[in-house]
C-alpha cells in the first residue's frame, strides 16, 4: 500500500565536485511531480566549497535562488522552515468524535 507523497527537495547546484553540493540536485524530473525543488546558494567557512553540511546550519549564509514572482528571496534557513512548516499555526483541539452505545 502506498500513499501520496509531497517532497521538498532543497539542493545547492555548484559546478561538479568543486563548489556546491555535489550530492544534491533537482529530482522532479526523475520522480515526477509530487516533487518541489527549491534551489539554495550556500555559503559556509570554506565559501562554496562543498556545502553538502551547512543546510540547518546557522553559521552559514544562503539565499533562495529563483523566489517566486512578486516575493523576495529566503534565507536558507527560511526555506528549510517552510519546508518542514515550522511556522504552522496549530489549530483548536477538535473534541473526539463520540460512537452511539447500544449498536
Request: glycine share 12%.
Amino acid at each position: 500500500m502506498s500513499a501520496a507523497t509531497r517532497w521538498t527537495n532543497i539542493f545547492d547546484r555548484g559546478n561538479g565536485w568543486l563548489t556546491g553540493d555535489p550530492i544534491s540536485g533537482p529530482m522532479a524530473e526523475n520522480f515526477g511531480p509530487g516533487v518541489e525543488n527549491i534551489q539554495v546558494e550556500l555559503r559556509s567557512s570554506l565559501g562554496r566549497i562543498f556545502t553538502h553540511r551547512p543546510y540547518w546550519s546557522l553559521k552559514a549564509t544562503g539565499v533562495e535562488v529563483a523566489a517566486a514572482a512578486g516575493t523576495p528571496p529566503r534565507s536558507h534557513i527560511g526555506v528549510l522552515r517552510d519546508a518542514v512548516d515550522l511556522g504552522r499555526k496549530l489549530e483548536p483541539s477538535q473534541p473526539a468524535p463520540t460512537s452511539s452505545a447500544g449498536r
